[in-house]
Protein backbone atom coordinates (compact mmCIF):
# COMPACT_ATOMS: atom_id res chain seq x y z
CA UNK A 1 0.00 0.00 0.00
CA UNK A 2 1.41 3.46 -0.97
CA UNK A 3 2.45 5.42 2.03
CA UNK A 4 0.16 8.64 2.80
CA UNK A 5 2.85 11.19 2.78
CA UNK A 6 2.54 13.47 5.62
CA UNK A 7 2.31 17.28 5.71
CA UNK A 8 6.12 19.18 6.63
CA UNK A 9 5.56 20.96 10.02
CA UNK A 10 5.71 24.59 9.86
CA UNK A 11 9.43 26.03 10.16
CA UNK A 12 10.31 22.80 10.95
CA UNK A 13 14.20 23.87 11.19
CA UNK A 14 13.60 26.74 13.32
CA UNK A 15 11.55 25.06 15.53
CA UNK A 16 13.97 22.65 16.30
CA UNK A 17 16.89 25.01 16.85
CA UNK A 18 14.89 27.37 19.11
CA UNK A 19 14.51 24.09 20.82
CA UNK A 20 17.80 23.09 20.77
CA UNK A 21 19.28 26.94 21.78
CA UNK A 22 16.31 26.97 24.81
CA UNK A 23 17.99 23.78 25.94
CA UNK A 24 21.51 25.06 25.79
CA UNK A 25 21.02 28.43 27.94
CA UNK A 26 19.64 26.09 30.56
CA UNK A 27 22.62 23.86 30.56
CA UNK A 28 24.76 25.82 30.74
CA UNK A 29 23.37 27.72 33.48
CA UNK A 30 22.66 31.37 32.03
CA UNK A 31 18.83 30.53 32.78
CA UNK A 32 17.25 28.48 35.37
CA UNK A 33 13.81 26.76 35.19
CA UNK A 34 12.03 28.50 32.59
CA UNK A 35 12.99 31.64 32.81
CA UNK A 36 14.20 33.22 29.34
CA UNK A 37 13.29 32.99 25.63
CA UNK A 38 14.30 32.27 22.35
CA UNK A 39 13.05 33.08 18.91
CA UNK A 40 14.25 33.02 15.50
CA UNK A 41 12.59 34.93 12.45
CA UNK A 42 11.68 33.15 9.04
CA UNK A 43 10.12 35.76 6.68
CA UNK A 44 7.02 37.27 8.18
CA UNK A 45 6.78 34.46 10.59
CA UNK A 46 8.27 33.74 14.25
CA UNK A 47 9.57 31.22 15.65
CA UNK A 48 9.57 31.38 19.83
CA UNK A 49 9.71 29.24 23.14
CA UNK A 50 6.08 28.37 24.51
CA UNK A 51 5.35 30.07 27.88
CA UNK A 52 6.14 27.86 31.33
CA UNK A 53 7.76 24.42 29.67
CA UNK A 54 10.26 22.12 30.45
CA UNK A 55 12.94 23.45 28.30
CA UNK A 56 14.57 19.76 28.55
CA UNK A 57 11.55 18.04 27.35
CA UNK A 58 11.00 21.14 23.86
CA UNK A 59 9.97 19.47 20.91
CA UNK A 60 9.99 21.31 17.57
CA UNK A 61 6.22 21.18 17.58
CA UNK A 62 6.18 22.56 21.03
CA UNK A 63 7.40 25.77 19.88
CA UNK A 64 4.94 28.37 18.71
CA UNK A 65 4.62 30.07 15.60
CA UNK A 66 3.07 33.72 15.11
CA UNK A 67 3.02 36.61 12.30
CA UNK A 68 4.76 39.65 13.54
CA UNK A 69 1.09 41.21 15.06
CA UNK A 70 1.47 38.61 17.59
CA UNK A 71 -1.21 36.10 15.83
CA UNK A 72 -1.00 32.70 16.43
CA UNK A 73 0.39 30.61 13.12
CA UNK A 74 1.06 27.39 14.66
CA UNK A 75 1.85 25.70 18.00
CA UNK A 76 0.18 24.42 20.78
CA UNK A 77 0.77 26.39 23.95
CA UNK A 78 0.99 29.90 24.40
CA UNK A 79 4.14 31.84 23.61
CA UNK A 80 6.57 33.55 26.22
CA UNK A 81 5.02 36.04 27.75
CA UNK A 82 8.07 38.41 26.11
CA UNK A 83 6.25 37.65 23.05
CA UNK A 84 5.78 41.12 22.61
CA UNK A 85 9.59 42.29 23.37
CA UNK A 86 10.79 40.19 20.79
CA UNK A 87 7.85 40.99 18.15
CA UNK A 88 8.91 44.84 18.38
CA UNK A 89 12.67 43.95 18.15
CA UNK A 90 11.81 42.52 14.76
CA UNK A 91 9.64 45.15 13.85
CA UNK A 92 12.53 47.87 14.86
CA UNK A 93 15.64 45.96 13.56
CA UNK A 94 16.30 45.09 10.10
CA UNK A 95 19.03 43.00 10.61
CA UNK A 96 17.63 40.85 13.75
CA UNK A 97 16.59 37.45 13.02
CA UNK A 98 17.51 35.82 16.02
CA UNK A 99 16.84 36.98 19.67
CA UNK A 100 18.08 35.57 22.72
CA UNK A 101 16.88 36.55 26.48
CA UNK A 102 18.14 35.40 29.27
CA UNK A 103 18.02 36.22 33.45
CA UNK A 104 22.03 35.02 33.74
CA UNK A 105 23.57 35.62 37.22
CA UNK A 106 26.13 38.21 36.25
CA UNK A 107 24.35 40.32 33.55
CA UNK A 108 21.41 40.51 36.01
CA UNK A 109 23.44 41.60 38.70
CA UNK A 110 25.40 44.13 36.77
CA UNK A 111 21.66 45.79 36.02
CA UNK A 112 21.38 46.35 40.07
CA UNK A 113 24.59 48.72 39.95
CA UNK A 114 24.65 50.50 37.04
CA UNK A 115 22.75 52.41 34.51
CA UNK A 116 25.76 50.99 31.71
CA UNK A 117 27.58 48.51 31.38
CA UNK A 118 31.22 50.01 30.62
CA UNK A 119 33.14 48.58 27.52
CA UNK A 120 35.89 46.68 29.61
CA UNK A 121 36.74 44.39 26.78
CA UNK A 122 37.61 44.86 22.91
CA UNK A 123 35.11 42.28 22.49
CA UNK A 124 32.20 44.59 23.52
CA UNK A 125 32.69 46.20 20.34
CA UNK A 126 30.83 43.04 18.90
CA UNK A 127 27.41 44.21 21.23
CA UNK A 128 27.82 48.22 19.92
CA UNK A 129 30.72 49.05 22.60
CA UNK A 130 29.62 49.74 26.44
CA UNK A 131 26.01 47.96 26.76
CA UNK A 132 23.40 50.23 28.04
CA UNK A 133 20.77 49.47 30.82
CA UNK A 134 17.02 49.69 29.55
CA UNK A 135 14.76 50.84 32.45
CA UNK A 136 12.67 48.65 34.27
CA UNK A 137 9.04 47.86 33.11
CA UNK A 138 6.85 44.59 34.44
CA UNK A 139 8.01 41.71 32.52
CA UNK A 140 5.72 41.10 29.59
CA UNK A 141 4.40 44.73 29.05
CA UNK A 142 4.72 47.25 26.19
CA UNK A 143 6.55 49.53 28.61
CA UNK A 144 9.87 47.43 28.86
CA UNK A 145 9.32 46.19 25.01
CA UNK A 146 9.81 50.28 24.69
CA UNK A 147 12.20 50.59 27.28
CA UNK A 148 14.73 47.89 25.09
CA UNK A 149 13.67 49.69 21.87
CA UNK A 150 15.18 53.19 23.22
CA UNK A 151 17.69 51.44 24.64
CA UNK A 152 18.83 49.78 21.29
CA UNK A 153 19.72 51.72 18.71
CA UNK A 154 23.54 51.09 17.87
CA UNK A 155 23.76 47.95 20.27
CA UNK A 156 23.19 44.28 19.56
CA UNK A 157 22.60 43.27 23.33
CA UNK A 158 20.88 45.64 26.05
CA UNK A 159 20.39 44.72 29.68
CA UNK A 160 17.23 44.60 31.45
CA UNK A 161 16.88 46.67 34.80
CA UNK A 162 16.04 44.02 37.66
CA UNK A 163 15.40 41.44 35.00
CA UNK A 164 18.60 40.16 32.55
CA UNK A 165 19.61 40.83 29.07
CA UNK A 166 18.66 40.58 25.86
CA UNK A 167 20.54 40.06 22.63
CA UNK A 168 19.69 39.62 19.03
CA UNK A 169 22.19 38.86 15.78
CA UNK A 170 21.27 37.46 12.33
CA UNK A 171 21.22 33.65 13.58
CA UNK A 172 20.42 31.68 16.35
CA UNK A 173 24.13 30.93 17.25
CA UNK A 174 25.03 34.95 16.56
CA UNK A 175 22.28 35.96 19.25
CA UNK A 176 23.28 32.96 21.72
CA UNK A 177 27.23 34.26 21.26
CA UNK A 178 26.56 37.32 22.19
CA UNK A 179 24.22 36.62 25.18
CA UNK A 180 27.50 34.49 26.03
CA UNK A 181 29.99 37.72 25.76
CA UNK A 182 27.59 39.89 27.52
CA UNK A 183 27.35 37.21 30.36
CA UNK A 184 31.56 37.00 30.25
CA UNK A 185 31.73 40.88 30.07
CA UNK A 186 29.53 41.09 33.26
CA UNK A 187 30.94 38.73 35.41
CA UNK A 188 34.46 40.47 34.57
CA UNK A 189 33.15 43.70 35.50
CA UNK A 190 31.63 42.82 38.67
CA UNK A 191 35.05 41.09 39.99
CA UNK A 192 36.99 44.11 39.02
CA UNK A 193 34.44 46.27 40.24
CA UNK A 194 34.42 44.29 43.50
CA UNK A 195 38.24 45.28 44.48
CA UNK A 196 38.80 48.67 42.86
CA UNK A 197 37.27 51.08 39.78
CA UNK A 198 37.44 48.77 36.62
CA UNK A 199 38.88 51.04 33.48
CA UNK A 200 37.21 51.55 30.48
CA UNK A 201 38.16 51.42 27.00
CA UNK A 202 38.01 54.99 25.19
CA UNK A 203 35.85 55.67 21.77
CA UNK A 204 39.23 55.40 19.86
CA UNK A 205 40.56 51.64 21.34
CA UNK A 206 37.06 50.66 20.35
CA UNK A 207 36.94 51.87 16.81
CA UNK A 208 40.28 50.07 16.67
CA UNK A 209 39.26 47.28 18.04
CA UNK A 210 36.14 46.94 15.26
CA UNK A 211 38.37 47.85 12.66
CA UNK A 212 40.93 44.75 13.48
CA UNK A 213 37.74 42.49 14.00
CA UNK A 214 36.73 43.15 10.54
CA UNK A 215 39.70 42.59 9.17
CA UNK A 216 39.99 39.20 10.96
CA UNK A 217 36.80 38.63 9.72
CA UNK A 218 36.74 39.10 6.20
CA UNK A 219 40.55 37.00 6.14
CA UNK A 220 39.45 34.06 8.19
CA UNK A 221 39.08 31.66 4.98
CA UNK A 222 40.74 28.18 4.97
CA UNK A 223 44.32 28.19 3.70
CA UNK A 224 43.64 24.98 2.09
CA UNK A 225 40.77 26.64 -0.24
CA UNK A 226 42.37 29.92 -0.30
CA UNK A 227 46.36 29.67 -0.14
CA UNK A 228 48.55 32.42 -0.30
CA UNK A 229 50.37 33.24 -3.10
ZN1 LIG B 1 12.64 37.74 31.40
Known amino acids: MAEIPTAKPLLEEARRSVAETARKLLTSRLIVNTSGNVSQRIGDLVAITPSARDYMQLAPEDICVVDLDGNRVDGKWLPSS ?46 GGAVPVAPY ?40 A ?40 SARACYHCHPKT
Not at 82 to 110: F, G, K, N
Not at 182 to 188: I, K, R, T
Not at 205 to 211: C, F, V
Request: aromatic letters at 6%; glycine letters at 4%; a negative charge.
Open 178 to 217: RTVLLEWCAEVWLKAKSVGTPRALNDGQLREATDQMKRYS
Open 82 to 127: ELELHLALYRDCPDCAAIVHTHSVHATAATMLTDELPAIHYQMCDL
Open 137 to 176: ATFGSPELAQSVLSAIPGHTAVLMANHGSISYGPTLEKAL
